[in-house]
């Protein structure tokens, strides 16, 4: 029996909280122009980062994607069997699309802030700790950079 008028499920969106900065990669001496390019989705890759370079397991992986242990999975073994097939045929892989939102990974800091209220803000002094020689804290340098002018020792914050 045909069904007419019928469309599939939409698909949910898949949470991601790490988009990738470098988003292509192709073999080294190749030229671009002749080059075939496997496309990993954004999601694919998400599901990659967490089971592969974090170690996660895939139904805690899936629970933070907000999708089922099977649809991750099917995720995972598309993304390994596309880099696969570029690493072995020589492709470039290019990193974009696929149906996902973004969002901010929970963090332990509790409201608390950059390094978790231990921050001193903009103002305070930074210390040489070797000689005890004092300097303004500039915005946007941390101490811990900062070479103390008189002894060339690290400075540090009060």
Request: with cysteine; charged share 25%; aromatic share 6%.
């Amino acid at each position: 029996m045909e069904r007419v008028g019928t469309m599939p499920r939409p698909r949910l969106k898949r949470r991601v909280s790490f988009k990738p900065g470098v988003t292509y990669f192709k073999p080294a001496g190749v030229r671009m122009a002749g080059l075939d390019k496997t496309v990993v989705t954004v999601d694919e890759f998400e599901a990659l980062r967490l089971k592969d370079l974090g170690g996660t397991d895939q139904q805690k992986a899936a629970e933070n994607m907000k999708i089922s242990q099977p649809t991750f999975n099917r995720l995972l073994s598309s993304a390994r069997r596309k880099i696969t097939d570029a690493i072995v045929n020589g492709k470039a892989i290019k990193i974009e699309g696929g149906s996902y939102v973004m969002v901010q990974p929970r963090l332990r800091g509790r409201g608390r802030g950059r390094m978790l209220g231990a921050a001193m803000g903009p103002g305070g002094r930074c210390i040489c700790i070797k000689c005890g020689y004092s300097a303004a804290h500039r915005t946007g340098v941390p101490c811990y950079v900062m070479k103390c002018p008189k002894c060339g020792s690290p400075m540090g914050r009060r």
